[in-house]
């Protein structure tokens, strides 16, 4: 079964920095690029970051030079650091596989605000 848990969400104040983490289970990790998304309130989820099994990465305009995606194969788990938080990067960050119909994790909840 294809799972993903996503942690290390908070409050932080802006210009703080948070450090997510994402556990995948359930499939062969290192075939597959692996996603950061995020879901603000009233608004559309959004990709924020990918990284190939070859640690390629993609960012979203808004969060690049800011957010850092990495990987560690042999633990099966996805970091998203992030840097210089703004308040409306304010949402619920989720992991998955990219470009696959996988079943949402629970998320984690990132509040940036004073």
């Known amino acids: 079964q294809v799972q993903f848990v996503e942690s290390g969400g908070g409050l932080v104040q802006p210009g703080g920095s948070l450090r997510l983490s994402c556990a995948a289970s359930?499939?062969?990790?290192?075939?597959?690029?692996m996603a950061w998304y995020r879901q603000a309130p009233g608004k559309e989820r959004e990709l924020v970051a990918r990284?190939?099994?070859?640690?390629?990465?993609n960012y979203a305009d808004s969060v690049k030079d800011r957010f850092t995606i990495s990987r560690d194969n042999a633990k099966n788990t996805v970091l998203l650091q992030m840097n210089s938080l703004k308040p409306e990067d304010t949402a619920v960050y989720y992991c998955?596989?990219?470009?696959?119909?996988?079943?949402w994790g629970q998320g984690t909840q990132v509040t940036v605000s004073s």
């Open positions: 998955k596989r990219y470009g696959r119909a996988d079943s």
């Open positions: 359930g499939f062969t990790f290192t075939n597959y690029v």
């Open positions: 990284i190939s099994s070859a640690r390629n990465t």
